[in-house]
């Protein structure tokens, strides 16, 4: 089956009807709007906080003058709607258990209940939400909108269960109580350095969590060095800054530009006052009872290792270069990575086990916005598992005519930041709210494109 479908909807992992809700904002149906959005995406103003956004990069108006600002767009909107009430379907009586309560295992949840199963999620940690609550940090999400965004939940009759880390014995007592089951426990150990004196090294994830946990300042008045270019390393920079550390250096192995973390986070960073060090690889540390004395090899473009080394004392350094799966209590088909092996429809080799979020993807597939698709297409799949129904192929789309019947000339409203200086020493949001004519302003710049 073909549907043809707006750029900005095409390129969105979730095919969140963007153009749909942006017109309805036009016409002032607020309400409307939001059930809209709820249709593919249950956490809007999370995630527009977070996301990197492809609907945007591929937005029509960009060849125009700028893409519209659909992460602010829905921030307003979330910020206006917050007591969205779904619509739960007859209970069908099925039992689904969810491994997991971050933003996959939440979302598929939502989707689940509303088709009327039971559903029950468990989850090692104390609250709900992972590596969205226990990572990001709140300057970018505050958890308040994460816990106002997350209430459906007990709203739902979802059965809750934190505190509760699955093992081999819990799963097996899972598979044999449930009709499906969901592992969505996503990729929580840190990858390690092929580094001399690693051990040194302190966790970039288990950093951003402590400070989650209101655990102890480690980084106060230190120089501190971060391995590792992706949205971890930039978002540990940005917190050692932010909880007084005294220089914070980022070494990468490549270029600046050739970074996986956002663009607007590198230059946040660098506003912040944080030094970027590119092409260069860590090779030893080595403790000398109170400074780590790191020793990095220069590397070419082409990572290629150079005959030239540097050294240079720290008295931290934090390694931030990547996150790896571990599914112990799993028997099931696993990648050589570790990360589960799941058909076209989310399915393990076992019939009534799916899988779906960081679990199973892998590089630039570990984005919040491609486990909340998935979460929808596995929970659709359940359904007719559940109803001993043939699983469906997922639609192929296909992109439609650009419209480029122009008739508002405002330029793009920028997403306004609180100035470096009076941000970097605190965690409160960065960005600030737009006013209500502002909102509606933007808006009307979306082209509807082939509406
Ligand atoms: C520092 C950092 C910054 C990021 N920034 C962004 C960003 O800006 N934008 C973006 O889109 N993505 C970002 N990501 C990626 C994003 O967070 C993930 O893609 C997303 O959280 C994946 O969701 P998930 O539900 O699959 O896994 P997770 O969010 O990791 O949730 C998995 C859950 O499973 C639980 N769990 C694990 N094992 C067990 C077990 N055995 N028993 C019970 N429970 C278990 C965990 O406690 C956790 O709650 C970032 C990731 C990190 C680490
Ligand atoms: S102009 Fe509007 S409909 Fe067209 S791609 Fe941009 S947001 Fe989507």
């Given amino acids: ?213 209101k655990k102890e300042n480690i980084v106060e008045n230190k120089k501190i060095a971060v391995i590792g270019g992706g949205n971890t390393a930039l978002d540990v920079c940005r917190s050692a800054i932010r909880l007084g550390a005294k220089n914070v250096i980022n070494i990468y192995r490549r270029t600046r530009n050739e970074m996986p973390a956002e663009i607007s986070e590198i230059n946040g960073a660098l506003e912040e006052g944080i030094i970027f060090k590119e092409l260069l690889t860590p090779v030893k540390v080595v403790f000398n009872g109170q400074k780590k004395i790191l020793t990095l090899q220069k590397l070419k473009k082409n990572l290629e290792p150079e005959n030239e080394f540097l050294t240079e004392e720290f008295d931290l350094i934090i390694s931030a270069i990547g996150q790896k799966v571990n599914t112990n209590f799993f028997d099931g088909e696993k990648n050589i990575d570790g990360t589960i092996k799941v058909n076209d429809f989310f399915q393990t080799n076992y019939k009534n086990i799916f899988a779906i979020g960081d679990a199973i993807n892998k590089g630039k597939d570990r984005i919040a916005i491609k486990a909340i698709a998935q979460a929808k297409i596995v929970a659709k799949h359940i359904d007719n598992f559940l109803a001993n129904k043939l699983l469906e192929k997922p639609i192929d789309y296909k992109i439609i005519k650009i419209n480029g019947d122009e008739k508002n000339s405002n330029m793009r409203l920028k997403m306004q930041e609180i100035l470096p200086n009076e941000r970097k020493n605190n965690f409160n949001e960065i960005i600030l709210p737009w006013s209500y004519d502002e909102f509606l302003k933007e808006a009307a710049r979306c082209l509807n494109c082939g509406g």
């Fill in 1 to 213: 089956m073909t549907k043809k479908i707006a750029p900005c909807i095409l390129n969105c992992p979730a095919h969140v009807d963007i153009r749909g809700y942006i017109n309805l904002i036009k016409e002032k149906k607020f309400v409307q709007a939001i059930e809209l959005i709820m249709e593919t995406l249950p956490l809007p103003g999370t995630i527009a906080r977070i996301c990197p956004h492809p609907c945007q990069s591929n937005c029509t108006r960009k060849l125009k003058d700028a893409a519209i600002n659909i992460p602010q767009l829905r921030i307003f909107l979330s910020e206006m709607q917050k007591n969205f009430v779904p619509q739960i379907k007859n209970n069908t009586g099925k039992k689904v258990a969810i491994i997991g309560a971050g933003v996959a295992g939440i979302c598929c949840t939502y989707f689940l209940r509303l088709s009327g199963h039971d559903v029950s999620i468990f989850d090692a940690m104390p609250k709900i939400g992972g590596m969205l609550r226990y990572s990001i940090p709140e300057y970018r999400l505050p958890e308040k909108v994460l816990d106002c965004e997350t209430n459906f939940l007990s709203a739902m009759n979802v059965n809750l269960f934190c505190n509760t880390k699955i093992d081999a014995k819990k799963f097996q007592e899972l598979q044999n109580n449930f009709d499906a089951l969901v592992i969505a426990t996503g990729a929580w150990e840190s990858s390690k350095l092929n580094c001399e004196g690693s051990e040194y090294f302190i966790d970039g994830i288990k950093f951003l969590r402590n400070i989650k946990l």
